[in-house]
């Protein structure tokens, strides 16, 4: 490993996310204090309904070293040389194109800045987004950990120490947002416009199943996207406020629900919730009261924090280096990686 050329801070870190939409780059300060956090959202995706894998990757492409710079500049950094210790990359799960850029970008400022490099899981960076808030979370916890692409309950003893212990058999949360969406006639990413939507209408007005209901910590979203399209083609007079309100109202009735059972099964007193569906206001308003009615601590982080960002990915590296050291900078993009994969 090249030794830094110049003397480093110690605790400052850059994370670089490319995974999936979002070009996002920040540098945060002893793994919890965000000095930057510059996110970039793709639009070329809104009129496709999802994202395309060939596109992400070529935008990331134009994007990542502007995003870099301004990063690194609103934290008062030097581009030449930003004084940083090291550098945290997501190399996984995602999309193989968009995470090759991240990646490459990551090696390449590596060697001009003679600074190490940490590769880390995007999944792991998602639960240590809770940890950029003021409250430090306590151990053991239950992470519901609800992104576009991932739909799980992790126990989580200590940080590192993951175990899944419910996750979706079909669609993700997320994904059920966006199809739902889709096909309601909303743009993409579905889940804040459904958000949206379910503001004037009652959640009430249909009565969508709650699936797995049955003691089990694992999901199934698919049939109840499925209920609410063949209930909007036979109700061709419903409103899709109401429709939006009452699907959201069942994803939220079965993600509480199930998290709190997880808490209980497991005795933990701490619960968390991460990723990119854990921004709906409904589910933290739920989750939040939920918890508080069994006398369980809820760490809800700030909305940004949950959907995609590099600082978030700098929080995992900071705790990866200090505890692992840095990663070999042969390391590559892996799009499957899993949770319990340590790199
Ligand atoms: O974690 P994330 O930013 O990216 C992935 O790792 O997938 O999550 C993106 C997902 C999308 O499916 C999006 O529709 C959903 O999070 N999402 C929401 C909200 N904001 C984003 N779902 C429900 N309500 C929201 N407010
Ligand atoms: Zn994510």
């Known amino acids: 490993m090249a030794?830094?050329?110049?003397?480093?801070a110690r605790g400052l870190i850059l994370g670089i996310e490319t995974s999936c939409d979002e070009t996002a780059v920040a540098v945060v300060k002893d793994g919890a204090i965000a000095l930057s956090s510059i996110i970039r959202s793709q639009q070329v995706h809104a009129e496709f309904g999802g994202v395309v894998p060939e596109l992400a990757g070529r935008e990331h492409e134009r994007r990542i070293l502007h995003v870099v710079k301004q990063a690194i500049s609103k934290a008062g950094l030097d581009m030449h040389r930003p004084n940083i210790?090291?550098?945290?990359?997501?190399?996984g799960p995602g999309l193989a194109g968009a995470l090759m850029v991240g990646v490459a970008a990551a090696k390449g400022l590596s060697?001009?800045?003679?600074?190490?490099?940490?590769?880390?899981?995007?999944?792991?960076?998602?639960?240590?987004?809770?940890?950029?808030?003021?409250?430090?979370?306590?151990?053991?916890a239950v992470m519901l950990l609800v992104s576009g692409g991932h739909t799980m309950l992790v126990l989580v003893q200590k940080p590192g120490r993951y175990r899944v212990v419910g996750q979706s058999l079909d669609d993700a949360a997320g994904e059920a947002f966006d199809k739902v969406a889709r096909f309601l006639g909303l743009s993409y990413p579905g889940g804040p416009e459904i958000e949206r939507e379910a503001e004037f209408g009652d959640p009430a007005s249909v009565r969508f199943p709650?699936?797995?209901?049955?003691?089990?910590?694992?999901?199934?979203?698919?049939?109840?996207?499925?209920?609410?399209?063949?209930?909007?083609?036979?109700?061709?007079?419903?409103?899709?406020?109401?429709?939006a309100a009452s699907f959201q109202e069942a994803v939220v009735d079965v993600l509480t629900e199930k998290t709190l059972n997880a808490a209980k099964d497991f005795g933990v007193k701490c619960i968390a919730l991460a990723g990119g569906v854990g921004a709906n206001t409904?589910?933290?308003?739920?989750?939040?009261?939920?918890?508080?009615?069994?006398?369980?601590?809820?760490?809800?982080?700030?909305?940004?924090?949950c959907t995609d960002n590099g600082a978030m990915i700098a929080a995992a590296g900071a705790w990866r280096l200090e505890n692992f050291g840095p990663s070999d900078r042969?390391?590559?993009?892996?799009?499957?990686l899993r949770l319990e994969e340590s790199i």
Not at 85 to 91: F, M, N, Y
Request: net charge neutral.
């Open 210 to 243: 709650r699936p797995l209901r049955d003691g089990s910590l694992d999901f199934s979203f698919s049939g109840l996207k499925t209920a609410v399209v063949t209930y909007a083609k036979r109700h061709p007079e419903a409103e899709v406020a109401d429709l």
């Open 3 to 8: 030794m830094s050329s110049y003397p480093v």
């Open 330 to 336: 042969s390391i590559a993009a892996m799009p499957s």
């Open 111 to 140: 060697l001009a800045w003679g600074v190490p490099l940490v590769g880390v899981n995007h999944l792991e960076g998602h639960l240590f987004a809770v940890r950029l808030e003021q409250d430090p979370i306590s151990y053991p």
């Open 85 to 91: 210790e090291a550098i945290a990359v997501t190399i």
């Open 282 to 305: 409904r589910l933290r308003a739920v989750l939040t009261k939920k918890a508080n009615d069994l006398d369980i601590a809820a760490c809800i982080p700030s909305r940004l924090n």
